[in-house]
């Protein structure tokens, strides 16, 4: 059974730091491409980064590139998202994904697994 269960959320001030974490167990997680994706409500989930198996590659929305920072740790099975430079337009329910194969997308139509999410708020 797949699991992905992400941890680190919290509530900061706008220009502030938050470390996002996705532990995977289940399937094979050095195979699959990871992405974060967020929510804000009454909005659309939004695709914010993915990272290929390996790690050497990464993706970025826009909105974040130069703030946000994925990462992977494949011993670990475990992903991470570094924020800096946080915005209150950050503030949204962010969730980690996985896909065992295809590219690296931040389509969320595209993902077979996904976590719970976990809470970033932003205040300005």
């Known amino acids: 059974q797949v699991q992905l269960v992400e941890s680190g959320g919290g509530s900061v001030q706008a220009g502030g730091s938050l470390r996002l974490s996705c532990a995977a167990s289940?399937?094979?997680?050095?195979?699959?491409?990871m992405a974060w994706f967020r929510q804000a409500p009454g909005k659309e989930r939004e695709g914010v980064a993915c990272?290929?198996?390996?790690?050497?590659?990464?993706y970025y929305a826009d909105s974040v590139k130069g703030r946000f920072t994925i990462s992977r740790d494949n011993p670990k099975n475990t992903v991470y998202l570094q924020m800096n430079s946080l915005k209150p337009e950050d503030t949204a329910m962010y969730y980690c994904?996985?896909?065992?194969?295809?590219?690296?997308?931040?389509?969320?139509?595209?993902?077979?697994?996904w976590g719970q999410g976990t809470q970033v708020t932003v205040s300005s």
């Open positions: 994904a996985a896909r065992p194969g295809g590219y690296c997308d931040l389509s969320a139509a595209k993902y077979n697994y």
């Open positions: 289940g399937y094979t997680y050095s195979n699959n491409f």
């Open positions: 990272i290929y198996p390996g790690g050497g590659s990464t």
